[in-house]
């Protein structure tokens, strides 16, 4: 064993691991690279996420060479190494073949660089970089394909889709992140393989699309998943070629369930209302008939074919049931207002109404926050004066008409009528 602990100064810093373990197996007389996709951020100018290092030393000896190691999946010779408080997957060269599933290869054998690179997806994946000697290394030509912007297969597409048939999202995704186009053979085959996404399991699929929704670029990603019948298989609903307005507006960096939201609201509200000049009440009450009728449907299909959380389908369906009212913002109450922006999911229901491109929202939104950010510095959710013991101090007897007594107790405090416990104490005397 050759691990050595010098380095703590570099705890934490994963290129400078990954660049160790590189060179402690180059030390004992092995081939070893970074791989994939942290060089191909490199190359970019960004910041990886994580790195990967591939190697023709086996598994058994990776395991040799360091003190702190785990399986992660002995049967395709990857191993998980510590050092310097980062874990770096360290991978066999290999070939794989035999695809019955169209996600998993039956038969593995390790094997060299070249033969491990076009294995790989995408070109600008199979890319290795030889950090000692500061070399990339080629094999697949994805230098040329990032420098001109290009997803492209390696080799035949239809093979490499036909090995993993989840690599269709993946072209999508990187195109979309890296706003990259994906080469013509490459999306013909996404096209003509489009159906059989439905092999691949919800699981990995609703994870993808996460990824793709809460990326730098998510209208472009809906949009690739729409232009190549992507969306139907993913989503268990009717492929859709209709535009993403909302989409496309709403701001990178929210939660996963508002671009969710709004990809809904643009496949099922706006072909509707788009370009109609409509008077936003009457907007707010076809969105709540629309919500009413088709909702819960929606979100059934939604959490079964993205596998989404309880938590994901009740927050979208509380960001979507917000808009209503929040639409009917001139009409409410002080008291009503505040508690629309003491809601969990109004941040979400707020990214909506900035993304919403119809007729007067621009105006509307505008004075929606001006009216809302006093309520806000004020304080929107304040500890109630008063609860339901007091007035089971005042002899009333638990039941219905203590929510409806607290709900008018609450929101005389919400609109300042009463300040003090003293004043909400006596308003509860005369409201009972």
Known sequence: MVESDQGQDQRGEPRAAAQRIVSIIQQRGHTAYLAGGCVRDRLLGRTPKDYDVATDARPER????????????????????????????????????????????????FSDAKHDARRRDFTVNGLFEDPIADKIIDFVGGREDLKAGVIRAIGVPDERFGEDYLRMLRAVRFAASLDFTIERRTAAAIRKHATKLNIISRERTGQEVATMLTGPRPAAAAKLLQRFALDEPALGDP??????????????????????????????????????????????????????????????????????????????????????????????????????????????????????????????????????????????????????????????????????????????????????????????????
């Open 239 to 432: 492929h859709s070629t209709t535009t993403l307005p909302t989409l496309s507006k709403l701001k990178p960096g929210c939660e996963y369930p508002t671009p969710l939201c709004a990809w809904a609201i643009d496949r099922y509200l706006m072909p509707h209302v788009a370009g109609k000049a409509q008077p936003l009440p009457a907007l707010a009450k076809r969105i709540d008939n629309w919500l009413g009728k088709d909702l819960a449907a929606l979100l059934r299909r939604w959490r079964k074919a993205l596998c989404l959380s309880n938590d994901h389908r009740d927050a979208m369906r509380a960001t979507l049931s917000l808009l209503p009212t929040a639409l009917d913002w001139a009409r409410l109450p002080v008291a009503q207002r505040k508690r629309l922006l003491a809601q969990p999911m109004w941040p979400g229901t707020r990214a909506l109404l900035h993304a919403l491109k119809l007729h007067g929202a621009a105006a509307f939104v505008r004075r929606l926050e001006r009216e809302a950010q006093p309520l806000e510095d004020e304080g929107v959710a304040p500890k109630p004066l008063v609860n339901g013991d007091d007035l089971i101090r005042m002899g009333r007897k638990p039941g219905p008409s203590f929510s409806r007594l607290l709900c008018l107790a609450y929101d005389a405090q919400l609109e300042g009528r009463v300040r003090t416990r003293h004043q909400a104490l006596r308003l509860l005397k005369q409201l009972s």
């Open 62 to 109: 990776v395991r040799k060479l360091f003190r702190r190691t785990q399986y992660v999946g002995e049967a395709f010779g990857v191993v998980l190494v510590q050092l310097w408080g980062c874990w770096i997957e360290v991978a066999t060269f290999r070939t794989e073949w035999g695809y019955a599933d169209g996600r998993h290869p039956e038969y593995v054998d």
